[in-house]
């Protein structure tokens, strides 16, 4: 049966407009983005049987389009839609906190940072140029590979936040392992980074280490 001819209450972008997006299922909110199902099957089982192929939604998102079309009923306009759909939703976080509400809102900080580098295949290193209301004046991708010592380079980060104008910065780098515990190396590059920073009067106030579904903050453990 095509979802048009179920009862209008238990259609999801009915319920989604009468009850909130909140009160959707994962299956139920990717049924309303994929639109129509295929031979058989409405968008709400073909979405059921997507999130159950890959392991979850999560498992989804990740996978690459090759990977996606090889699904019956899937093909690249699909996969664009679901990507177009994940790409407003991390530059919601973004704007958010080009707004000013970065620091006042500690767990937009979070999310954000979250969403831009938990699924990374490889280490990332960035960093948050704040002004001196700790307003975000620009995010920045400095290093990516192997994240340690000898790879972050304090003299790169310390020109960035000169050339933006920054008077104090947040800094986070992902773990590809899913473990945010930081590593003596981490403790090792923050330092180093407060210390070269605190020469031109600009403050370090946190260094998130980000894994999967954790995010740790150096700061609040006094490590920074």
Avoid at 42 to 65: C, E
Wanted: with cysteine; aromatic share 4%; charged share 25%.
């Amino acid at each position: 049966m095509r979802i048009a001819d179920w009862p209008q209450t238990e259609r999801p972008r009915e319920r989604l407009l009468e009850q909130g997006a909140g009160t959707l299922s994962d299956a139920e909110l990717l049924a309303i983005l994929l639109r129509t199902g295929s031979r058989g099957r409405s968008a709400l089982d073909l979405a059921r049987g997507l999130i159950a192929d890959f392991n979850g939604l999560r498992g989804l998102l990740d996978s690459s389009l090759e990977e996606v079309c090889r699904c019956p009923g899937l093909g690249p306009a699909k996969f664009a839609q679901i990507h177009a759909a994940l790409e407003l939703a991390r530059r919601h976080l973004r704007e958010s906190m080009t707004r000013g509400e970065a620091l006042t809102s500690p767990q937009a900080t979070r999310n954000y940072l979250s969403a831009a580098l938990r699924d990374r295949p490889h280490e990332v290193f960035c960093a948050l140029m704040l002004d001196t209301r700790h307003r975000v004046i620009a995010f920045e991708e400095l290093f990516s590979g192997t994240i340690d010592s000898a790879h972050v380079h304090p003299r790169v980060v310390v020109e960035r936040a000169l050339h933006r104008r920054a008077a104090a910065m947040i800094v986070a780098h992902n773990h590809p392992s899913g473990v945010a515990e930081p590593s003596q190396a981490d403790l090792a590059i923050t330092r180093r980074l407060r210390d070269a920073l605190g020469l031109v009067d600009i403050r370090l106030l946190d260094h998130f280490i980000i894994g999967d579904g954790e995010v740790v903050s150096l700061a609040e453990r006094g490590l920074v």
